[in-house]
């Protein structure tokens, strides 16, 4: 069974502070996606990363693909009350073609408080 | 343009009871998702449509659960007999052919009494 690990599952914080959030397997994953959502909503897509070693920065956060593709990470800096919602990590396994059938990760409840 | 839609937003229904959950992809996505997701947890896949191939149904949890996709247009998901440990809240997604990306609809929230 393919599983994606994400911690910490919920997260409290001061505004101006910064955090990490992680998303570890033990498989490897073709692309990692990283989703934010709001309560009553869908999950949009942040971003998505495919290349080992890659990073990416919208704004104040950065996601990290590992080296080996098992697993990635999203930083914010000074993180803002409007950064608050749960954060999935989603991961399409190798060899799974282009069916998109993504693994998700358990989420990360980000709370920003002013 | 028009985003996923779902309908209806929220649905209580005794135990026992069947009900039909209805997705409207973006139109020209030819692969449409249904995933459920219970309280403040990820997302579980459940069944997976591609245009005319025949659905990748896998990721149901038992038989009680089934799909139908009109072409490549709208979806419903039907859970028969519910209970309660069917409460959650159910996400559809479509995503355009090869497309990495996937964009959700606002989801059901599904309460089983």
């Known amino acids: 069974t393919q599983l994606l690990e994400q911690s910490p599952q919920f997260l409290s914080i001061q505004e101006g502070e910064n955090l990490t959030v992680y998303c570890n397997s033990s498989?490897?994953?073709?692309?990692l996606q990283w989703y934010r959502q709001e309560p009553g909503e869908g999950p949009v897509l942040l971003v998505t990363?495919?290349?080992?070693?890659e990073v990416k920065k919208l704004k104040r956060l950065t996601f990290q693909f590992g080296d080996a593709r098992k697993d990635s990470s999203l930083h914010i800096t000074a993180a803002q009350p409007g950064d608050t919602g749960l954060y999935l990590c989603a991961g399409l396994p190798l060899g799974s073609g282009n069916t998109g059938k993504l693994i998700f990760g358990q989420g990360t409840t980000l709370q920003v408080k002013p | 343009g028009a985003g996923v839609s779902q309908s209806p937003s929220n649905k209580v229904t005794e135990k026992g009871k069947d009900v039909e959950l209805r997705c409207d992809p973006i139109s020209g996505h030819t692969a449409l998702y249904w995933y459920r997701q219970r309280l403040g947890q990820g997302l579980e896949f459940l069944i997976y449509?591609?245009?005319?191939?025949?659905?990748?149904k896998s990721g149901l949890p038992s038989d009680r659960f089934s799909a139908e996709r009109t072409g490549e247009s709208v979806s419903t998901l039907t859970i028969q007999r519910t209970q309660q440990e069917d409460s959650a809240v159910y996400l559809c997604?479509?995503?355009?052919?090869?497309?990495?990306?996937?964009?959700f609809g606002p989801g059901t929230r599904l309460t089983v009494t």
């Open positions: 449509f591609q245009g005319n191939s025949a659905p990748d």
């Open positions: 498989s490897v994953f073709s692309s």
């Open positions: 997604a479509s995503s355009a052919r090869l497309a990495r990306e996937q964009y």
């Open positions: 990363v495919v290349t080992g070693g």
